[in-house]
């Protein structure tokens, strides 16, 4: 069979095109714009790794400024694009410690480094927590420490985040850290303003870390922060923030600064404390529970009878026993049933008084503590 236009000698056209382009407006007939679809990118490789790392080693050693830059802007570009795979090889062959080497180098310098150190920080936050074995000590040494302090007192709130959370990775590796950090002026106002201002819930729990780091290493260091309003500044926190990791981690700052005869004073003259504490016991988590038993123990060893008689007229006596139900840990056991014993002496001595309602009587528990 001869097709019609193959007897003729030449080719039919295509009739659904000629009629597609016949319907076309004028600026349909314009070149269509070609869709590019990026093909992704190759990992990096160990020895790329390497040879960025000893890059940024060098250039730091020639505290030319300008290459350090360019090589850390590569290094958060790396980061980005291809995520974990990159930080990990990063992280495998030295980048932690060609970061810190450079933070440590040009923050004892002129301000125009500023820029710089704010980077550095910023890109070394990417793989924190590290553990103690990743180099960064460096960021405890004197000029180190300085520049982390200035940074947390900055404007920028970028700043004092990082700042915050490097000085929890610090305080971490060494008590030595503590006491060089604490002695620096303004380095205990900068940690309370972070937590104060809420600039990030990262922050805010890298703070009250830190916070909880210093004052269990020295009680003067918790009379220091004590001095600032710290426990009144966390029992707002703890009773306003619906945040169950922030609210824990206020209560083991509390429970910390409860240690001290200067911390357990100033909370017993806090009105919200008691009140505080009882509420939050099976509230927020099992830690949460041990830190609020510790502390109305704590302050019942150092006060005696106003304290529980408070205690009792927010419902300890209750809260403790479904804590005795429920169970715990032992060393909670003991301080919630010495507690209870206390108590439920105080109750009976002052049953018939109107300080206490009706509701109080507990008649359906029978056993005596």
């Not at 382009?21 to 990992?43: G, M």
């Not at 002129?110 to 553990?131: F, I």
């Not at 030595?176 to 303003?193: H, N, S």
Request: charged share 25%.
């Amino acid at each position: 069979m001869v097709l019609p236009w193959r007897s003729r000698g030449g080719k039919r056209p295509n009739q659904l095109t000629i009629t597609a382009a016949e319907t076309k407006t004028p600026a349909q007939l314009r070149p269509s714009r070609i869709e590019r679809i990026q093909s992704p990118r190759l990992s990096l490789t160990p020895r790329g790794a390497a040879e960025i790392c000893r890059r940024l080693e060098n250039a730091t050693a020639r505290e030319e400024n300008a290459e350090c830059f360019k090589i850390v802007s590569k290094i958060k570009n790396l980061v980005r694009e291809s995520g974990e795979t990159n930080k990990k090889c990063l992280l495998q062959n030295g980048v932690v410690s060609a970061l810190t080497s450079c933070f440590q180098r040009f923050s004892s310098a002129r301000e125009e480094e500023t820029r710089l150190l704010e980077e550095v920080l910023s890109v070394l936050t990417y793989w924190l927590p590290l553990s103690r074995t990743e180099g960064f000590t460096k960021m405890g040494s004197t000029a180190s420490l300085h520049r982390l302090v200035r940074f947390l007192n900055a404007t920028d709130a970028k700043t004092r985040q990082n700042a915050a959370l490097c000085i929890r990775e610090v305080l971490a590796v060494d008590k030595r850290y503590v006491y060089a950090l604490t002695d620096i002026e303004g380095a205990c106002e900068g940690l309370m303003k972070i937590i104060r201002d809420s600039v990030s819930t990262s922050s805010t729990k890298a703070s009250l870390m830190a916070v909880y780091r210093a004052v269990s290493c020295d009680n003067k260091i918790a009379a220091k922060f004590v001095k600032l309003g710290l426990v009144a500044l966390i029992a707002e926190m703890a009773m306003n923030n619906a945040e169950k990791s922030v609210c824990e981690r206020c209560l083991v700052v509390l429970n910390a600064v409860c240690d001290s005869e200067q911390g357990r004073e100033v909370a017993l003259t806090n009105a919200l404390i008691v009140p505080l504490l009882v509420k939050k016991i099976l509230r927020v988590s099992d830690l949460a529970t041990q830190c609020s038993v510790s502390v109305l123990w704590k302050l019942w060893r150092n006060n005696g009878e106003d304290m529980l008689l408070e205690a009792l007229q927010v419902g300890a006596f209750e809260k403790l026993l479904v804590v005795l139900q429920v169970g715990c840990e032992e060393k909670t056991k003991e301080r919630a049933s010495e507690l209870l014993r206390n108590l439920n002496r105080c109750r009976n001595e002052i049953e018939k008084t109107t300080c206490l309602d009706s509701s109080m009587r507990l008649k359906n528990v029978k056993k005596s503590f």
